[in-house]
């Protein structure tokens, strides 16, 4: 009958030690394996991180780029001083630096507000007012009359000046200034 307290064989040990590594290496296995899932959630999160960064700063760089584009490239209030024709007419009006000159008998005071992009008339005892839009050549303006705000002029130019910037030099060529909106007025200096 065999003992209780028998010593193990070497067979035995021999298993019991290679049960004992073996459980090791798969411990040793197991802990490897989550620290490189450690690490892949670590690079997957860096990426994407500065991905974003990238994004982030591209977007601030554009939104630059425009704001020195909008306000500090040209003085609108010298560049709509001059003649100007009415896209469907040839008749000139004159903008002076106070005044829109339609006749020899009608013209009416104006101030531009080149930070909103708008411009608001008088004539006698009325007042109106809209926004303009020069094309990116400067060689158009369009004025569309009603109430617009900063910022609802703001997005409106970004988007134009975008698709124009695209159209110009990925296409060959123009979006128009002007959306067809009858409260819109193109001006050209060139006669038509």
């Known amino acids: 009958m065999p003992e209780a307290d028998a010593e193990p064989t070497s067979e035995e040990a021999t298993a019991a030690l290679e049960r004992q590594a073996r459980a090791r290496m798969e411990r040793i296995e197991r802990a490897e394996q989550e620290e490189r899932k450690r690490r892949r959630r670590k690079t997957i999160r860096r990426v994407i991180v500065g991905i974003l960064l ?12 425009f704001g020195i584009f909008r ?23 004159t903008i002076s630096e106070d ?46 009359d009603g109430e617009f705000d900063w910022w609802d002029n703001l997005v409106d130019d970004a988007l134009w000046t975008a698709q124009s910037l695209i159209a110009q030099y990925v296409f060959a060529s123009e979006v128009p200034l002007s959306d067809g909106d009858e409260r819109s007025t193109v001006f050209s200096r060139e006669k038509p």
Do not use: C
């Not at 990238?54 to 780029?65: P, T």
């Not at 209030?77 to 007419?89: F, K, L, R, S």
């Open 54 to 65: 990238v994004i982030l700063l591209l977007f601030a760089g554009l939104a630059v780029a």
């Open 99 to 144: 005044e829109i000159v339609l006749t020899d008998d009608v013209a009416y005071h104006y101030v531009v507000d080149p930070e909103a992009k708008t411009i608001l008339f008088r004539f006698g005892n009325m007042e109106g007012g809209g926004r303009y839009r020069f094309s990116l050549d400067r060689s158009e303006l369009v004025i569309t």
């Open 71 to 93: 306000w500090q490239t040209y003085d609108d209030a010298a560049d709509i001083q001059g003649t100007w024709y009415h896209e469907e007419t040839s008749m000139p009006v």
